[in-house]
């Protein structure tokens, strides 16, 4: 296992060989973050790719100046009931399906975990009732679910649809979306959305908006 803090792309290689390092000083933190991204401890045996797609997550995030908290991140291959899934209770992500689109969706989660924002106004943006519904509650009819899946969206470095989150309840090899998509989410919804969460317009290529 090691622990390690949001390092510049260039040293992400030698985080293999250490159980814990150090940040210097970013360059430069956007407006309402932080320069020092989260400590993120990587439990398992994480291959350099995955260390480095953890590392690609955080700098998204910290672009779009959302702050996250410490987590712990694994990436699964087996014994998984689901793509992804973020515990509230220990700051624990899972990722199953390997996807930069799951890790980013369980980074929102962990996002929307501490972050201040006007969820009730989320609610009436999005045209849904629910922020977190009761066992059986669909998920595209959650506040939640929209929250994590709209800033997976938009962190991405592609243009990539939207096609409704991952249920936890499937397993991995089971997997297929009981909705097209979510509700409301044209194009032009998602960015509305995405700007109301985050002040900016999405981030695309290069990682600007």
């Known amino acids: 296992m090691a622990t390690w803090t ?12 250490a159980t814990a390092l150090l940040v210097g000083a970013a360059p ?3 407006a309402g973050g932080r320069a020092a991204g989260p400590e993120v401890t990587l439990q398992g045996s994480p291959t350099l790719d995955e260390r480095a797609m953890v590392e690609w997550a955080l700098a998204r995030f910290q672009k779009a ?22 515990d509230r209770s220990t700051q624990t992500i ?20 501490f972050a201040a924002f006007d969820r009730q106004g989320f609610l009436v ?3 849904i009732d629910t922020y977190f519904g009761p066992d059986g509650t669909p998920a595209a009819a959650e506040g939640a679910e929209h929250v994590a899946e709209i800033l997976a969206w938009g962190l991405m470095d592609v243009e990539t649809a939207v096609p409704g989150p991952a249920y936890p309840s499937q397993p991995v090899v089971d997997y297929r979306p009981r909705l097209a998509g979510l509700p409301n ?5 998602l960015r509305e959305a ?9 981030l695309r290529g290069d990682g600007g908006p």
């Open 6 to 17: 949001h390092l510049p792309a260039v040293r992400i290689g030698a985080i293999a060989v």
């Open 28 to 30: 430069s933190a956007p």
């Open 65 to 86: 100046g959302l702050e996250l908290p410490d987590l712990r991140v694994e990436f699964r291959s087996i014994g998984c009931g689901c793509r992804g899934r973020y």
């Open 94 to 113: 899972e990722v199953c399906d390997g996807r930069k689109m799951t890790l980013l969706h369980e980074m929102a989660h962990a996002w929307d975990h």
């Open 125 to 127: 943006l999005r045209g």
């Open 185 to 189: 989410s044209g194009v032009e919804q």
């Open 194 to 202: 995405f700007e109301f969460l985050t002040g900016i317009q999405p």
